[in-house]
Each structure stands twice: as structure tokens, then as C-alpha cells.
């Protein structure tokens, strides 16, 4: 499968983002689809999964109830919806397919969300 990630950009802290993730050749609802992020001079981080299959998400603590993924089977596109951003919600953000929650075996290519204060 192949994943294209889109929708960063500049954003004010508050704001609201939505990231997409388009996947080609495998439909999404094949795998667990996850969002990372990796914030200037730090790991890469887990920020939020989904298997649709079994209707679980999960999320990282620290973007709990502003964080959401959700995908839309017909575009075959998952995306992140990210709320009352913050400025150390700043960082390049990834999806990427696997089959479990712990490997992800592809990945998109990022795209960048910086938040200003």
C-alpha cells in the first residue's frame, strides 16, 4: 500500500487541522492505520490508531480528547482531526499501515503542522 499525507500547514495555537492520508492499492480497511509525529530535535512519537474492523482507536495521552481518526472507506482515505492545537503539538506528522497496533510496515511521507503562539 501506498500512503500520501497531506494538510499541514501554519496554524495559530487553538486552531483546528485536519490531516488526510490517502492510501492506494490495499484498502485501508485492511490494516491498523496510525498518525506519528516527530517534533524538531525528538522521536518519533505515537499519536493516535484505529482498526476499523474491530471499531478500536487509540490514542496517545497527550492528545486525548483534542486528537481524532476517522476514515472514510469510499476515498479510502484516513484522517486526523486536530483540535485546539498547541504550540508543542508542532512537528512533521506520518501515517502509516501495519498489521497490528506495534508494526507499521508502511509509511506516508509527512507532512508538516506548526503551531504559533
Known amino acids: 500500500v501506498q500512503l500520501q499525507a497531506s494538510g499541514g500547514g501554519l496554524v495559530q495555537a487553538g486552531g483546528s487541522l485536519r490531516l488526510s492520508c490517502a492510501a492506494s492499492g490495499r484498502t485501508v480497511s485492511s490494516y491498523h492505520m496510525g498518525w506519528f509525529r516527530q517534533a524538531p530535535g525528538k522521536e518519533r512519537e505515537f499519536v493516535a490508531a484505529?482498526?476499523?474492523?474491530?471499531?478500536?482507536?487509540y490514542y496517545a495521552v497527550s492528545v486525548r480528547g483534542r486528537f481524532t481518526i476517522s476514515r472514510d472507506n469510499a476515498k479510502n482515505t484516513v484522517y486526523l482531526q486536530i483540535n485546539s492545537l498547541k504550540p508543542e503539538d508542532t512537528a512533521i506528522y506520518y501515517c502509516?499501515?501495519?498489521?497490528?497496533?506495534?508494526?507499521?510496515?508502511?509509511w506516508g511521507q509527512g507532512t508538516l503542522v506548526t503551531v504559533s503562539s
Open positions: 502509516a499501515a501495519g498489521d497490528s497496533w506495534l508494526k507499521y510496515t508502511y
Open positions: 484505529g482498526n476499523w474492523s474491530g471499531g478500536r482507536t
